[in-house]
Nanobody, 119 residues
Framework: DVQLVESGGGSVQAGGSLRLSCAAS????????LGWFRQAPGKEREGVAA???????SYAASVRGRFTISKDNAKNTLYLQMNGVNEEDTAMYYC??????????????WGQGTQVTVS
């Protein structure tokens, strides 16, 4: 059963913080990688952060030092802590699972998305 359900999106002021969550079914959670992508209106979907089963996290240059990806294995849940947000972070954020979670081609499963708006 494939399931990725995001939550935690909303409106936040520039400079503020937000934490996104992604609850996954067990099989999906155990994919080789998990990650977060985002898509702003008129732009392509881009990788934000990814975490492999046994390797280090990776981040897009635009969010490195501000966002943190993490996992809670007891809850089958992926998180994205977003600090120091700015208007360029406004986008629909998607949880992803697959074989390579740094670009869309490597993603096998997608969540439905959660909107983040920074003003």
């Amino acid at each position: 059963d494939v399931q990725l359900v995001e939550s935690g999106g909303g409106s936040v002021q520039a400079g503020g913080s937000l934490r996104l969550s992604c609850a996954a079914s067990t099989d999906t959670y155990n994919s080789p990688c998990l990650g977060w992508f985002r898509q702003a209106p008129g732009k392509e979907r881009e990788g934000v952060a990814a975490i492999n089963e046994h390797g280090p996290e990776s981040y897009a240059a635009s969010v490195r030092g501000r966002f943190t990806i993490s996992k809670d294995n007891a809850k089958n849940t992926l998180y994205l802590q977003m600090n120091g947000v700015n208007e360029e972070d406004t986008a629909m954020y998607y949880c992803a699972a697959g074989f390579v979670c740094t670009h869309s081609a490597g993603v096998r499963y997608w969540g439905q998305g959660t909107q983040v708006t920074v003003s």
